[in-house]
C-alpha cells in the first residue's frame, strides 16, 4: 500500500502547476502569529481570571438558588445559589492548568524515552517499543483507571495518568527525527571530531527535534484536558469541592432531570471552546515553527 | 498464513499476561486502602478489630503481589477469573452479564461511525476546498474536541428531558424482569446512547478518508480516469473506493480502543449497565481481579481489531495477494517453505495497522 501511493504523491508533485490555489488557501505567517498571540493571551487570561476567582465560586447564597440564566448572574446559579459564571471560569482554569501540567509531565517522559530509543542501540529500543505497544493494546480510559488508581486518585494520579499514558505519539516522533538527525553530515562531523555521545545528543540531536517536540507539546495539551476531564468526570479526580470542568458536569448530572440545562450547557461548552483553542493554537504555531506543510 | 495466525495467537498469549502483570503491579503500588474504601469512612473507625481483620482477609489486602498475581495465572489457565468482590460473583460472570449490552453498543457505534465518517469523508474530498469540505472539516474539528461525556449530557438533555423521545437510562425500563423485557424496549433504550457514541467517533475515519481522497483525485490513475472523460464520481467508483476504502478500514478497526473508551463515559451517563460501567465501579472500589479481567478483555478486543484489520488486508487487497503469490512462487511451494524461512514472511502486511490510531478518547 505505501509504495504505489508514494509513487502517486511523487508524481503528483512532478506535475506542473497549472491551476495555482487561491490565495487564500495558503496560510500566511502573520495571520499565524497574530492567532497564536490573540489566543495564547485569551487563554492565559482565563487562566489567571480562574485562579482568582476560585474562592469566590465556593461562595454559597441560598437566596439565590436554581435560577436560570439572567442579567446578574449570566451562566445561572446552581442549587447552592453559587454563581456559574464564576465556577465555570475556575473549574476551567483548574482544568486547563492541571491539563498543562500533564501535558509537559508526558512531554517529558516522551523526549527522555525517545531519545533512549534512538540513542541507547537496539536493545532499549526493544524495550521502549514493548512499553508502546502494552501501553497502545489497552484501551486509554482502562489505562487511565489503572494508572490514577495506581497513584491513589486525586491531584497526582490524574497527572501521573496522563503523563504516563498520552506519551507514546510524541515519544514516536521524537524517536523518528532523532534517528534521522543521527544520520546528518554535521552530526557525523562532530562525532570524527571527537565529541563524546552526550555532548553530540545535547548540542545537535535535542535542539534539532525541538521545533517538533514543541509543536507535538502544544498538540497534547487538548488531550490531556480532554482526558483530565473524563478522569474528574468519573471520580478518579479530584475532591467535589474543587471545581474541576469534570466534577462541576458530574454533579450537575444529577440535576438534569429537573431541566436545569444551564448547569451542563455553558461549562461543557466553554470546556470545547477551551480545548478547541489549545487545538488552534498548536496547529497555527506547527505552521510557524515547522517548515513545509507542517500540519 | 498459518504461522502468521500462530504467531499472533502466542503474542495474544504473551499480551494477556504482559497486561495483567502490570495490572497487578499498578494495584500494588496503590495507597488506596480497599477496606477503607469500600465500607467508609464512619464505619471503619467504629469497627471492632475482628471484623477489620476479617474484611481485610476477604479484600486480600495483607498477601504480596507475587503470591497473588501467581493464584489469579493459576486460576487464568482453568478459565477462572477470580472472584469479583463488588459484586460478589465470579468475574467472569460479571463480564459475560455485560458483555452483551456492551457489543451491542460499541459494535453499532463501530459500524455506523466508520459508515458515516466513510460516506462524509468521501463527499470532502470530492469537494476539496469547496463548501461541503470546509463545513464538513470544521464539524470534524469540533468534534474532536468534544468529549464524549458532555455530548451525552446535551443528547440527553434535549432527547430524552425536554423531548421525551428516549428513555433517560438504564438498558431496560425500571420495574421489568430481565427475563421479559422485549426487543423493542432494548432497542428503544439503546439508540441514544449508540446515537452519541457514533457521532463521537465518525471525526477520525471521516478525515483520514478525505486524505486519502484527496491523494487519489491528485494521482495518476484518476488523472488518466479524467483523460479519458469519466465524470468525478465515475472515476471515484470504479478506480477510487476500493483505494480508500482499505486504509478507512483498517483506521477503523485500529480505532476499537478509542471507540470503548468512548463507551466507558457514554455508559456511566446514561447507567448503562455495560463493561465500561463495571471498569468505573471496579477502579473506584479497588475491585483488583475485577480490574485486571476488564484490562484483559479490553486488550483483546483492541488486539482482536488490530488482527482483524492485518487478515482484511490479505484478503482484500488483491496487490497484497499477488505479493504472496509471487513470494511462495519464488520460494518454491510448499517444499521451499519448509527449507528456507525468509523472517519478513511472518511480518505482518505493510502499512496495516501502520495507520495513526485515531484521534483521542
Known amino acids: 500500500m505505501a509504495a504505489p501511493l508514494d509513487v502517486a504523491r511523487a508524481n503528483a508533485a512532478s506535475i506542473p502547476v497549472i491551476a495555482a490555489p487561491g490565495a487564500r488557501a495558503l496560510p500566511s505567517r502573520r495571520g499565524d502569529l497574530a492567532r497564536v498571540i490573540s489566543i495564547g493571551a485569551a487563554l492565559a487570561l ?56 500533564a501535558a509537559l509531565a508526558a512531554a517529558g517522559v516522551s523526549l527522555v524515552l525517545g531519545c533512549v530509543a534512538a540513542l541507547g542501540g537496539p536493545k532499549a529500543d526493544a524495550m521502549v517499543s514493548g512499553a508502546i505497544d502494552v501501553v497502545m493494546g489497552l484501551p486509554h480510559i482502562v489505562l487511565l483507571i489503572l494508572v490514577s488508581f495506581a497513584f491513589g486518585k486525586g491531584f497526582t494520579g490524574v497527572v501521573g495518568a496522563i503523563a504516563l499514558t498520552e506519551w507514546p505519539r510524541l515519544a514516536r516522533v521524537v524517536r523518528a527525527e532523532m534517528l534521522q ?52 468526570f468519573l471520580g478518579f479526580g479530584l475532591p467535589p469541592e474543587v471545581p474541576a470542568i469534570g466534577s462541576i458536569l458530574s454533579e450537575s448530572m444529577g440535576y438534569l432531570v429537573g431541566g436545569e440545562w444551564w448547569l451542563v450547557l455553558w461549562p461543557g461548552l466553554s470546556l470545547v471552546l477551551c480545548v478547541l483553542g489549545f487545538d488552534m493554537l498548536g496547529r497555527s504555531l506547527a505552521r510557524l515553527l515547522i517548515r513545509g506543510d507542517g500540519l | 498464513m498459518v504461522r502468521f495466525i500462530l504467531k499472533n495467537l ?74 469479583s468482590l463488588r459484586y460478589n460473583e465470579p468475574v467472569t460472570q460479571v463480564i459475560a452479564e455485560r ?61 430524552a428531558v425536554a423531548l421525551g423521545w428516549f428513555p433517560i437510562g438504564f438498558a431496560a425500563s425500571i420495574g421489568v424482569a430481565s427475563a421479559d423485557v422485549t426487543w423493542a424496549d432494548a432497542i428503544h433504550h439503546l439508540a441514544l ?41 465515475q472515476r471515484f467508483w470504479r478506480h477510487g473506493l476500493r483505494n480508500v476504502a482499505l486504509p478507512a478500514l483498517t483506521l477503523q478497526c485500529a480505532s476499537i480502543g478509542e471507540i470503548f473508551g468512548g463507551a466507558v463515559l457514554v455508559e456511566e ?36 481489531g488490530n488482527f482483524a484489520a492485518d487478515l482484511l488486508y490479505g484478503v482484500i487487497d488483491p496487490r497484497m495477494r499477488e505479493a504472496r503469490a509471487a513470494k511462495r512462487a519464488a520460494r518454491g511451494g510448499v517444499l521451499g517453505w519448509l527449507v528456507n524461512r525468509p523472517e519478513d514472511y511472518d511480518e505482518p502486511l505493510p502499512d496495516a495497522g501502520e495507520v495513526e490510531r485515531g484521534g483521542s478518547a
Not at chain 1, 445561572?76 to 486547563?96: F, K, P, V
Not at chain 2, 499498578?26 to 488506596?32: A, E, G, I, K
Open chain 1, 46 to 101: 482565563v487562566l489567571v481570571a480562574g485562579a482568582i476567582l476560585v474562592p469566590v465560586a465556593q461562595e454559597a447564597d441560598f437566596m439565590a438558588k436554581n435560577l436560570p440564566p439572567s442579567i446578574g448572574h449570566p451562566f445561572g446559579t446552581d442549587w447552592m445559589g453559587r454563581d456559574m459564571l464564576c465556577r465555570t471560569i475556575a473549574g476551567l482554569s483548574i482544568s486547563a492548568s492541571l491539563g498543562l501540567g
Open chain 1, 181 to 232: 538527525c543521527r544520520e546528518s553530515d554535521y552530526v557525523m562531523a562532530a562525532r570524527k571530531l571527537g565529541q563524546g555521545p552526550v555532548k553530540v545528543a545535547t548540542h545537535h540531536l535535542v535542539p534539532y527535534v525541538l521545533p517538533q517536540f514543541a509543536v507535538g507539546l502544544v498538540l497534547l495539551f487538548p488531550h490531556a484536558i480532554l482526558h483530565e476531564a473524563s478522569l474528574t
Open chain 2, 10 to 83: 502466542l503474542k495474544a498469549c504473551l499480551l494477556v499476561v504482559v497486561v495483567s502483570f502490570v495490572v497487578f503491579c499498578l494495584v500494588d503500588l496503590s495507597p488506596v486502602d480497599p477496606v477503607q474504601a469500600n465500607v467508609g469512612q464512619a464505619a471503619y473507625l467504629t469497627m471492632s478489630e475482628a471484623k477489620r481483620a476479617q474484611l481485610e482477609a476477604y479484600w486480600g489486602a495483607g498477601e504480596p503481589l507475587p503470591v497473588r498475581y501467581g493464584r489469579w495465572l493459576a486460576g487464568l489457565l482453568q478459565g477462572d477469573l477470580g472472584m
Open chain 2, 99 to 159: 458483555a452483551a449490552p456492551s457489543l451491542a453498543l460499541l459494535s453499532i457505534a463501530w459500524a455506523g461511525s466508520g459508515i458515516l465518517g466513510f460516506v462524509l469523508g468521501v463527499g470532502a474530498g470530492m469537494a476539496e476546498r469547496r463548501w461541503p469540505d470546509r463545513i464538513i472539516r470544521g464539524w470534524c474539528f469540533v468534534m474532536t474536541s468534544i468529549p464524549s461525556f458532555w455530548l451525552a449530557l446535551i443528547l440527553l438533555m434535549v432527547f
Open chain 2, 193 to 233: 446512547p449508540a446515537i452519541c457514541l457514533t457521532l463521537a467517533g465518525v471525526a477520525p475515519v471521516c478525515l483520514h478518508t478525505r486524505e486519502k481522497v484527496v491523494e487519489f483525485e491528485a494521482g495518476d490513475v484518476a488523472g488518466f480516469a479524467k483523460l479519458r472523460g469519466e465524470g468525478p464520481w
Open chain 2, 269 to 304: 451517563v446514561f447507567s448503562y449497565p455495560g463493561l465500561g460501567q463495571a471498569a468505573v465501579t471496579a477502579g473506584l472500589g479497588s475491585d483488583v481481579c475485577l480490574l485486571a479481567g476488564i484490562a484483559v478483555v479490553t486488550a483483546l478486543l483492541v488486539f482482536g
